[in-house]
Nanobody, 118 residues
């Protein structure tokens, strides 16, 4: 079973860039078995898929976020990261990293509450 550990700030000022990192253990982000995603849940809303990075480094982003969202990875640390620029209070949410296998989202990070506020 894969374990995902999230790290990053819980408070970001408006217009800044939010970056969160997910460190993977028990598996490799270069493995073709899974893809590695970022998902968020805003207050009172359902889960929103933000994007994913595959084993080969290819990325796929939600069209609604594409202009200010990206995912990077560090294979030497077995980590992948979220970068969301020009944040506004509407980006306040709980952010999750997750591993998706053939059967769906098998493993999740612990979640990071991010508040956008000055």
């Amino acid at each position: 079973q894969v374990q995902l550990q999230q790290s990053g700030p819980g408070l970001v000022e408006p217009s800044q860039t939010l970056s969160l990192t997910c460190t993977v253990s028990g598996g490799f982000i270069t493995s073709s078995v899974k893809t590695w995603s970022w998902i968020r849940q805003s207050p009172g809303k359902g889960l929103e898929w933000m994007g994913a990075i595959a084993y080969d480094g290819s990325t796929h982003y939600s069209p609604s976020l594409k202009s200010r969202f990206s995912i990077s990875r560090d294979t030497s640390k077995n980590q992948f990261s979220l970068h969301l620029s020009s944040v506004t209070p509407e980006d306040t949410a709980i952010y999750f990293c997750a591993a998706r296998g053939p059967g769906g989202y098998d493993d999740w990070g612990q979640g990071t509450q991010v508040t956008v506020s000055s």
